[in-house]
């Protein structure tokens, strides 16, 4: 935060501890920067509100870091249900939430209108939409034998889409 701050920016920094947002807030003032601290669930559809707020008081938003997270530092199989929702609602629903309300304004993403499928498949690299056998064949390798010692992987299926 404090080196997007010594760039130049203005800083909102939300958290759902506000008052550990205010400590950092402070820090960048104290240092000649533009700060304001939001308190708020990034969880929490009320993201929304926070979000209107920190664009009347500082403008249109240039970037976008999701940073709110917690981890469970406990084995799966002892991992009760509570704690899954938890995790994955702050970590996985969060960012969800956010980066829909604050989208840098002047992204692609946040230009972006309603897609035709057939005629941005026609930009892919393979020049055509996926089709249910291109995920069956993925998924056939994943689950053989010969794939055997491969683990945690994501196996990009996306006709040349992310090509990095
Ligand atoms: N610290 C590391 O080395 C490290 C490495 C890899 C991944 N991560 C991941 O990064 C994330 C953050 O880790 P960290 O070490 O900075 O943790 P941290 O506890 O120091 O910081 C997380 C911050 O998120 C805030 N927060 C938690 N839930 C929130 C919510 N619902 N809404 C808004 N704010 C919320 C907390 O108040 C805290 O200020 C975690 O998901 C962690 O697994 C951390």
């Given at each position: 935060m404090s080196q997007e701050a010594a760039r130049g920016a203005s800083v909102a920094v939300g958290d759902l501890n506000l008052e550990g947002a205010e400590k950092t807030a402070s820090v960048?003032?104290?240092?000649?920067g533009v700060a304001i601290a939001v308190g708020g669930d990034a969880a929490d559809a009320a993201v929304a509100g926070a979000a209107a707020l920190i664009r009347r008081e500082l403008g249109s938003v240039?970037?976008?870091?999701n940073k709110a997270g917690v981890t469970a530092c406990q084995p799966l199989v002892s991992m009760g249900e509570?704690?899954?929702?938890?995790?994955?609602g702050i970590n996985l629903k969060g960012p969800f939430?956010?980066?829909?309300?604050?989208?840098?304004?002047?992204?692609?993403?946040?230009?972006?209108?309603?897609?035709d499928i057939g005629a941005a498949a026609a930009h892919l690299p393979m020049k055509r939409a996926g089709r249910p056998e291109d995920v069956a064949y993925a998924v056939a390798y994943l689950a053989s034998e010969e794939a055997g010692y491969v683990t945690g992987q994501t196996l990009g299926t996306n006709g040349g889409r992310h090509l990095v």
């Open positions: 960048i003032q104290e240092a000649g240039a970037i976008l870091v509570d704690a899954w929702d938890r995790m994955i939430l956010v980066t829909r309300e604050l989208v840098p304004d002047d992204t692609p993403l946040a230009r972006q209108g309603p897609v």
